[in-house]
């Protein structure tokens, strides 16, 4: 259901993008379609091997994007970029940081005893692991907030009154659930 939504949130983002291409919006539905079913396929086999990796994937974006709302907002700062103009390097670093914690949330609930597939007992690795998945988080905010800002829309729907559409909610966990998965199948 959450695939079909963003499908079609995605699909309106093409149409005010590209105008009057049919070719060029054909193609890029059925990419993004693809892409979708992979990320489908992605959640469910994490959800198959380990629904700790899934709620500890889940938690490290929302951790990600919560550090950065409210670094960002307490501290404010300079610019990140213009594609997101209330995105601050501090909001970034904020994001990181809070990236870390899913990591003592689980070390003190499971005692030191994880049977995570991205998670080994090297915490040197384990750190570096969360810090690249809030980069790719960050990534792909940005990647849709670059979208929206090319269509000229705010938001990429309404299901969530006061929040948007559902993938200004999801943005950057469709592309770290791909990359949590390649690390996984590359490093653990």
Do not use: M, W
């Not at 959450?2 to 919006?25: A, C, G, M, P, Q």
């Not at 049977?115 to 905010?141: A, H, M, P, W």
Request: hydrophobic share 50%.
């Amino acid at each position: 259901i959450v695939s079909i939504i963003t499908f079609y949130e995605f699909n309106n983002l093409i149409i005010k993008i590209i105008k009057n291409k049919r070719k060029e919006k054909f193609i890029l539905n059925i990419l993004i379609l693809i892409y979708l079913i992979f990320f489908i396929y992605i959640g469910y086999n994490l959800n198959q091997k380990s629904q700790l990796d899934l709620i500890f994937i889940l938690l490290l974006c929302i951790f990600s994007d919560t550090g950065g709302y409210v670094v960002g907002k307490l501290i404010g700062g300079i610019k990140l970029t213009k594609i997101s103009p209330n995105k601050t390097i501090s909001g970034s670093i904020g994001s990181f940081l809070f990236s870390i914690f899913p990591i003592i949330l689980f070390s003190e609930i499971l005692k030191n005893k994880f049977e995570l597939i991205i998670i080994t007992n090297d915490i040197y690795k384990l750190i570096l692991t969360c810090l690249f998945l809030s980069l790719v988080c960050q990534l792909g905010d940005l990647f849709i907030s670059y979208l929206k800002r090319k269509a000229k829309i705010k938001d990429t729907g309404n299901i969530l009154p006061g929040h948007g559409g559902l993938l200004d909610r999801i943005d950057g966990l469709i592309f770290v659930f791909p990359a949590a998965y390649i690390l996984s199948k590359l490093f653990f």
